[in-house]
């Protein structure tokens, strides 16, 4: 694992990955090692996807060599996962063709993340998705109850 520093709760990782398929897998090996060293088990299967879908994204809709990868605990009931890449663009859910085998990624990420957008820099942006972290008393883990989803910015 690479570039830990504090965050919010404590420790975030993060790893520049260059741009090719290949590179989603080391996304996801990034986050379950985060989420298995937080004891966040639960959640290693949904950040995964996550992180394969934002990555592949990055990959799909820019021409940059390389995508930053950031895991972190912004709270102590919630991580944040993130791909950073140097486009300006905003990502769009898109509705695919039947047939279409690309084009759900946003949707998947839409359906099993508490929340997800994505924040414009001067150098790019990082879209994020984010889950909320099981308690004890905690009956749902992942994402949050349909009525309280939110969407990214339009």
């Given at each position: 694992m690479?570039a830990?520093?504090?965050a919010a709760?404590?420790i975030?990782y993060s790893k ?10 080391r996304a996801?090996?990034?986050?379950t090692?985060?989420?298995?060293r937080?004891?966040?088990v639960?959640?290693v299967?949904a950040?995964a996807l ?10 799909d809709h820019?021409h940059?060599?390389?995508a930053?990868v950031?895991?972190?605990?912004v709270?102590?009931d919630?991580i944040r996962?993130?791909?950073a890449?140097k ?6 859910m898109?509705?695919p ?5 690309n084009?759900?990624g ?6 099993i993340?508490d929340?997800w957008g ?7 942006k990082v879209t994020?998705a984010?889950?909320?972290?099981c308690?004890?008393?905690?009956e749902q883990?992942?994402s949050?109850?349909?009525?309280s ?6």
């Open positions: 690479s830990a520093r504090p709760t404590g975030g520049t990955l260059p741009c090719e398929p290949e590179s989603a897998g996801r090996q990034l986050v090692e985060a989420l298995n937080w004891g966040i639960e959640l299967d950040a996550i992180v394969s879908e934002l990555f592949t994204n990055s990959l820019t940059d060599r390389a930053r950031v895991v972190r605990r709270t102590e919630r996962i993130g791909v890449d486009s300006r663009e905003g990502p769009e898109t509705k063709d039947e047939d279409s085998e084009g759900r946003l949707s998947v990420i839409d359906t993340a929340r994505y924040d414009l820099h001067g150098w790019g994020w984010e889950l909320r972290v308690g004890e008393e905690s883990c992942g949050a109850p349909p009525s989803s939110t969407s990214p910015p339009s």
